[in-house]
């Protein structure tokens, strides 16, 4: 018996159709015998037959309708350039740094560089971005809940559990195992190879070469002579070390160079930044060196124990680092694009529910996993359509019927409101990139809190007045400060808890739904986003300063300052009065006080007992 | 994940039933049973692996020598946070990480007598 009302099952169907007929049924391309791409920056990149079928697959080209900066530019108007360019950029700089360093590394005994691994590693390097879904680094923040549906349909341990920080390559492996089209062109591919390597054993280097895991090695490495399989892990982590860097190792990090530099040239940030264009000139010129194979001096070889490990100088590693900071502060990061993402990353959640309870009664798990993965993989402007079709649907139906219990159907439906907040997602962030948030005095608990007053937008044809209320890291940090430091909890309480467990699941994490419910006793509609970024910082910081208090812990949220890690907006037909606002937001700091004071009294408790 | 990490070596000491280990124990453990049998991959290297012990030093929940961790009372603090997180009741993928870890140490650990292969 089918659902009473069939269409989230079509939407269900034509995710699975989407995914079943452009990517995964058995295709022959005949590419001609080679082809020169141009792309910006770089010039030509030529590519020849073997690779050609990897690069011309569909779901390779897919890539061309993702954008490298997701949303980005609707203020900065030339960031339209898309992962397909810079896949192809970081394809010719993986081979070109090869190239570079291949005189060098003859000298080197048991390591053999031939064709075939120039060609292992321009195909890992093209496939580096294979699974990243559309909406930019958005979607990371649903990583948790992707991984949990996995597990929750496919039981046992038929799939990777990777650390949540790896959405796109989590993605990445699994079409590198499962996509029919994909593994039909890398087998055909190990048989033009001059050594033998088995296509399961091919398949896997490439894998661990983009996963960057240095201590793992294939399991398919008895399928070849023993005398070549030490030669083999060598190279795979040599070519971690060109294509990555590996935590703990180091690299070169030919996908970094290329975005540093694509990203650059396509938001012209020198023009708004005059300070690095010296800097900028500089990598750019030494890219332009490592592509024209002048100069070997660039990368120096490091030996260590049985490993070969490629590296930048010192001083062209640290120009790209003070680069990567300014342009994570000038164009990665900011008010806008962490409200736009927390707007897309609720969306998305709620649509992968829908999709994920749907498919639980309508196919069976392996299916379920395909349409998931066709959601995640679909284009931008098409997962826009599927997401916003989906809450739609979701929105007129009750949902118990496809298994979805009380609270979550009420979270789905309201999310399905925010629709509304996409449609008028240029207004919203123009004007926050325009505005100085305004400083509410909340005597009651001493704290000042930032907020946006008035943005005015049209919502099916009325006029609404929103307010966005901003609680930033430095109320998180004196929040948790409160209650924390009379109680003498380790630091480890404050990373598990308050960083780690929102970075894994920012939504669930915060009982959204709860809040809002409580706060529209107001009589006013009221939303909640959580702005995964925050916490994704939080534990970056985290693991760069390993602070050893607790006091130390939260001083490094306190440092993130005005970075929002929740944003609530506050709709109403006339504009609404600093009083009204005041209230919400004191509702809200004692909402989430509560909650910071009981997920940490949990394991006090616990500890206790 | 330097939190699982201490939750990994606090049960693996447990199953031992010894609060000495050898770094290339844990490694063994994390890079061939975890990652290859259990498919769970909480690290990349074994130097990031080792930084994270370094940090459990300053922190005091263990000793590190370069080779061998002492593994401490105050280990069992963080081992307690990660067993007792509310992430438990929230997440299937959190239960399902601690499963498996859990799975890993109770069927490859034998008391005083996991060796590297």
Known sequence: MGSPFGSLETIYYELLHSYESQYNRPLSILPPDKVDFFIPIFGKVEVESPLLKIILLPLLQRLIEIKQLAHTYLYLAGATHSRYEHSLGVMKLSSALLKLISERLKGIKGLNINEDDELILSIAAVLHDLGHSGWGHALDSIMGKFLSYCQEALGGRQFYLFDIRKLDIAITLYLIEKNEQLKQALDALAETLKRRIPPALLREIISIIIAEEWDVTPSNIGEIEKTEQDQLIKKIRLFQTILGAPKGIGGINADRLDWLVRDAHHTQVEVYVPRIKKDLESLRETLDKILKGTDQSLVEIQKENKNIIAKLSEEITTKINSLRRTLYREVYEGLPRAFMDSLLTRLSYAALEVLYHVGKISTGPEVLLRVLVSYLLQPDAKLREYTLNILRYARDIGLSWYGIEELEEKFIKRTSNLIDYLNNIHIIIHRLRTTKPMQLLLELFNLTIPYVDDIIITIRGTTKHINIILIDCNIYAELIKRYATERHLHPAHIYHELIWRPRMDPIGSFKTIQLETQLRQYGEDVYLLTNYYAFRKMDDTYQEQKPKTTKDAIKLIKDLKQEPIIFIIHESEIKPTTKRTKTIAEHAIRYLSTTIKDTLTRHLRHHLT | ?117
Request: proline residues 3%.
């Open chain 2, 1 to 117: 994940m330097w939190t699982f990490t201490a939750y990994i070596l606090w049960k693996l000491s447990k199953a031992k039933g010894s609060n000495r280990i050898e770094f290339p124990e844990l490694t063994h453990f994390i890079f061939d049973i975890l990652w290859k049998e259990y498919k769970i991959v909480l690290n990349d290297s074994s130097k990031e692996l080792e930084r994270e012990i370094e940090y459990l030093k300053e922190l005091g929940a263990v000793n590190y020598d370069g080779y061998e961790i002492e593994v401490k009372e105050k280990l069992g603090e963080i081992a307690q946070i990660v067993e007792q997180s509310s992430l438990k009741d929230q997440l299937t993928l959190y239960r399902e990480y601690l499963g498996r870890i859990n799975q890993a140490i109770d069927t490859k650990i034998k008391p005083k007598s996991i060796t590297p292969s």
